[in-house]
């Protein structure tokens, strides 16, 4: 990949768009896995090619359940990216991870059981590496970042994925609390799952909107609260993206921690039993590897 970097942002709750971008438009991008949750809204930001899109759709449209993470991942492949950001909203099993941190997590556990998670499938299997499944370096990056900027920033942690639309029974909550858990969310898998099939960086930024329910305040924290915490981080978030973009241009090479290869030995079915119509899906997923 010899490419200049192209960063992707994914925005989570409470962030639909990045203000102050150059040379923007709105642009659908066409994905054989379906349809994308909006436009991708393109633009520079320092000369640096970014490429952002509202994980829920503007408005908040779609469910984490009914997300199509697949056409997602794919279609920012399509548009050129080569880096991803995202930004997600959570909860906190930590005292000290109070609302308004900023957790750059460096694991997940998957919980969730409703979703399409791999690209991959009978015509065309591959198993990835996944045992570090975000990129170390986008979260040095976003680490300095946020901390320049005095955003409070807890560096590392595990991000429980579960299903949802609803939150966590205070029994599940309190087990995953004392699985080790910092934050817990709907949407980062099998996001980082994908991405990483694709080949990818992907790095999590948790931004943390209340204590979940293992909490004895719990009960006490208002609608109108958590609203404020959210469109707070969202500003935060806005000018983390900022900070970090024009950091970001100066790759020029494959990443250091090998996102860019992942599937190099990921390709199991024999090249004489490879379905034609799945090879045809994923010409922009694998085609660096598929074409050799």
């Known amino acids: 990949m010899s490419a200049d970097p192209i960063i992707g942002i994914i925005g989570g709750s409470g962030l639909y768009d990045i203000d102050g971008l150059a040379h923007i438009r709105w642009e659908r991008v066409e994905s054989p896995f379906g349809q994308t949750s909006d436009e991708f809204l393109f633009g520079q930001l320092d000369g640096q090619q970014l490429v952002f899109l509202p994980r829920h759709g503007r408005g908040h449209k779609i469910p984490p359940s009914e997300l199509n993470y697949r056409a997602n991942i794919d279609a920012l492949k399509r548009a050129g990216v080569t880096e991803i950001i995202s930004l997600s909203a959570c909860g906190s099993f930590k005292e000290e991870l109070d609302p308004g941190t900023f957790v750059i997590v460096d694991q997940f556990i998957d919980r969730t059981f409703a979703r399409r998670k791999s690209f991959f499938g009978t015509g065309m299997v591959a198993h990835v590496g996944f ?22 920033t807890v560096r590392g942690g595990t991000y429980l994925a579960m299903e949802g639309p609803q939150f966590s029974t205070r029994a599940e909550s309190l087990l995953y609390k004392d699985w080790g858990c910092d934050v817990i969310g709907m949407t980062n898998m099998p996001e980082a799952k994908l ?98």
């Open 195 to 292: 991405a990483r099939e694709a080949e990818m960086c992907y790095a999590t930024v948790a931004m943390v909107t209340d204590f979940d329910c293992w909490h004895p305040d719990h009960e006490h924290v208002t609608v109108d609260a958590i609203i404020k915490v959210l469109l707070g981080n969202a500003d935060n978030a806005t000018s983390l993206v900022k900070e970090v973009a024009p950091k970001l241009s100066g790759r020029s090479k494959e990443c250091s921690d090998g996102c860019h290869h992942a599937l190099d030995n990921a390709l199991i079915t024999a090249p004489d039993a490879r379905d034609p119509d799945v090879l045809a899906k994923l010409d922009a997923v694998a085609g660096r590897v598929l074409n050799t």
């Open 131 to 152: 045992g570090h499944p975000v990129c170390s370096r986008l979260g040095n990056v976003l680490e300095e970042g946020a901390r320049d900027l005095g955003i409070k």
